[in-house]
């Protein structure tokens, strides 16, 4: 059989970084070996993401161009999945008919029939919600791991409806997955030589409090703590309203946990927390961030804010500002307002103009960069246990990652890849650190 390629694109958060692994793993089953040249490739697919109007466009830039490439391969196939995908499903193939696959959030399990069928000239949709536990069981598995560091999806989708996110309408309901089938997963990484996992989900701290029988997420990260060959654990993403003391215990109780946290609060105004149905309060948040110190002092902080809310006056932004002071986040992710169809905060009016939002957003941003730098800037001197992953940027240099997540550069042989080695912080830049090997 000849080789043929796949050139996969993904958009969006981790999940979607997951779901490609997955894709991936099953395509290679199918003859298809992954390529990172379009040009060469024998199937192109979008792994697609719609939680702002931005990353909507891009996908409908993209299979735009992919039409000359088309064109030129009479043979190639061309996918979208991912959640652009379930929200648009049928229109997408009627939209470009050059396209063949549409693939929904719950249906990467019958992908390979549909390139089959692709294969003979096919074209196919399927966008059908599994919102059962049915969907667990058609979940295919991840394979092929041989770096250092894989993310696990421990539960999918969100019963939080926040009032402006689009997640729960095209990922579904909210289900954890079986803690055995995740423990067997973690197992079978750390037998292929992974040191770290990344527990994965829009909501992970809600794991299992639906599930009869299924321990909640404290205990489901003990018992991944008591695999062999896991020397790191980390989350992402965790709800404020669900951050038990349990949880919390466990930075103080569990030394493979690492001190980082992404805690995402959107906004510091109870106003905007309430009108974006959050569920908690700006006290209810800096209670949990200040237990969280308390629980592993100097634990890294990160997260999500949201700019320009319908209805965010200058006040309530003061007091979104103000919260990042008191957090001190060692990183911000932040975003203006994008309103999504069918969510609630469509339907608010809008006051502010495009250039207002940019103007806070710059604002928001410029004081990031000092903090951030801040923090930095206080590791200076500091020895820091570090799992080198690969080479560094500069020749000569290896890179890795401190328990706090940030990214640590330094001098050293490329077979320390895959080692935790000692380094002390010797310069602080934006992004990274400079250390130098102990
Ligand atoms: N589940 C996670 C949470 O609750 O924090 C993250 C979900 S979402 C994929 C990632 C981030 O996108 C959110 O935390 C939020 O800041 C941002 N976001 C979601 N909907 C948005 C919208 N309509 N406009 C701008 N940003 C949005
Ligand atoms: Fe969206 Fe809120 Fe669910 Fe996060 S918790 S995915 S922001 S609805």
Redesign the pocket.
């Known amino acids: 059989m000849n080789e043929k390629f796949l050139f996969i694109e993904t958009f ?2 981790q ?1 979607n970084v997951n779901d490609s692994e997955r894709i991936v793993t099953m395509m290679a089953d199918l003859g298809y070996a992954p390529t990172v040249t379009p040009s060469d490739a024998d199937m192109i697919l979008l792994n697609t ?1 719609s ?3 931005g990353a909507e466009e891009k996908v409908y830039k993209r299979l735009s161009h992919l039409r000359s490439l088309k064109k030129t391969k009479n043979s190639l196939i061309l996918g979208v999945g991912g959640c652009v995908a379930q929200q648009e499903g049928e229109q997408l193939l009627a939209k470009f008919p050059w396209l063949d696959l549409v693939f929904g959030t719950h249906n990467l399990h019958l992908l390979p029939d549909m390139v089959r069928g692709a294969e003979y000239g096919e074209r196919r949709c399927e966008t059908t919600f599994i919102d059962n536990e049915q969907r667990l069981d058609l979940f295919p598995p991840v394979k092929g791991a041989s770096r250092l560091s894989r993310f696990v999806t421990v539960m999918q989708g ?1 019963d ?1 409806y ?1 009032s ?4 729960p309408y095209v990922r579904g309901r909210e289900i954890s997955r079986r803690s055995a089938d995740i423990l067997d997963e973690v197992r079978r990484l750390a037998d292929d030589g992974v040191q770290e996992v990344v527990l994965l ?3 992970v701290n809600s794991y299992g409090l639906k599930s009869a029988g299924e321990p909640d997420f404290a205990r489901l990260i003990s018992m991944i703590a008591g695999v062999e060959g896991i020397r790191r654990i980390r989350f ?4 404020p309203k669900d951050m038990s003391d349990e949880l919390i215990a466990c930075f103080a109780d569990l030394p493979k946990l690492c001190g980082q946290i ?3 609060a ?1 906004s510091g105004s109870d106003t905007v927390l309430s009108r974006m149905n ?1 569920g908690y309060s700006r006290a209810a948040y800096l209670d949990r961030i200040g237990a969280l110190n308390r629980a592993r002092p100097g634990i890294a902080v990160t ?5 320009g ?1 319908p209805g965010e006056s200058e006040e309530d932004f003061g007091q979104t500002l103000s919260l990042m002071e008191e957090v001190r986040y060692a990183d911000l ?8 169809p069918g ?1 609630k ?2 339907d608010l009016p809008e006051e502010l103009s495009r250039e207002r939002k940019l103007e806070r957003l710059e604002r928001l941003q410029e004081l990031q960069r000092r903090i951030t730098r801040e923090i930095n800037e206080s590791y200076l001197g500091t020895l820091q246990a570090v799992m080198v992953e690969g080479e560094g940027k500069r020749p000569g240099q290896v890179s890795g990652r401190a328990d706090s997540g940030r990214i640590v550069n330094f001098s050293g042989d490329p077979a320390l890849i895959g080692s935790f080695v000692t380094v002390r912080v010797v310069a602080a830049y934006q992004n990274s650190l400079l250390g130098e090997l102990q």
């Not at 992402?236 to 709800?239: F, G, V």
């Not at 997260?303 to 700019?307: A, E, K, L, R, Y």
């Open positions: 969006g958060c999940m993401c939680v702002r109007g969100c939080n926040c402006y996110c689009i997640v989900g829009q909501n992402t993403t965790s709800h992404h805690l995402p959107q959050r997260g999500d804010m949201i700019v809310f992710f932040s975003f203006v307002y994008s309103p999504r969510t905060a469509a």
